[in-house]
């Protein structure tokens, strides 16, 4: 860009067929990118001081994470054509020999796989503490809130989260499934914004908590508007993506009726709870864990 060459930004959008829906598809992919702030939160209790730590790390981590992938697109659309980005499967490749030369290319899957192993680890760690706090709150199976017995890691609850992406990635392209994983996470963020704001109002926070982390109400507002806009957006006739939200949709009906059919019941059949205790067992000469109370 510095020695001229910015004829690719003249005319950016020249025959593009621009609809809410796909903008919204967009925002799947793009904020796809970006989804590894969330294990901040989720990683609150890991944190010796969460209010001084989580605002750093997010405001940092965001603005260098976008600016390496600004750069990174940018660079992109500089150096190779449009038909050059269609009719190649894999872009950094292509670009490396282009911009640099074929040698070099040849050490893109290995920064791809490092991508890959940072990804997943932010992933794993993050989704596994959903299953870690949903076992203590007694509304999961209690193996998976067995802590290991050295690190008080919750490793059956990696390990599970681990099985689950890597059965999900065997399902479909990687599109699909980007985009359903994008809607229910939307989903899941407008449930949780509507807890929020709902705690809010009726100011059910304990003021003497120190770890208790308050975001600015315009910043939830914004963030509501925009993930409220990209669950809606799927399901308007003509423009949505009828199948990203019937599928993320039906999945989240199908927790529902385990959750009500089965957690909020009172009384369970025994059965479950033999099987619950032998699970936990298992886990702990498996994973070498320990009861949550130890």
Known sequence: MFSGRSEAFDEPFVNNK???GGIALGFYAGLFSYNGWQCLTVGVEEVENPKKTLPIATFFGLFF????????????FLVLTVDEF????????LFLKKALSAEFSKFVPFLICLVL??????????????????????????????????????RPAVFAQFFLAVG??????????????SYAIALQQVTILTALFYMRYYKLQNSEDDKILKCPLLIAILYSAVSIALVVVPLLPKIG???????????????????????????????????????????????????LKS
């Open 18 to 20: 621009v609809t809410a």
């Open 65 to 76: 994470g976008a600016l390496i992938y600004l750069a990174m697109n940018a660079a992109y």
């Open 86 to 93: 269609k009719s190649t499967e894999t872009v950094a490749i």
């Open 117 to 154: 192993i940072g990804s997943m680890n932010a992933t794993i760690f993050g989704s596994s503490r959903y299953l870690f706090v949903g076992s203590r709150a007694k509304i999961m199976p209690s193996i998976f809130s067995g802590l290991h017995r050295s690190s008080d890691s919750p």
């Open 168 to 181: 999900m990635s065997f399902l479909g392209n990687l599109e699909d499934l980007i985009n359903y994983v």
């Open 241 to 291: 993506s009828y199948k990203v939200a019937i599928y993320a949709i039906g999945l989240l009906l199908i927790g529902l009726l385990t959750h009500f059919l089965i957690i909020r019941r009172k009384k369970l059949p025994s059965i479950l709870h033999k099987i619950d205790s032998y699970l936990f067992m298992a886990s702990q000469i498996l994973f070498d864990t320990v009861p």
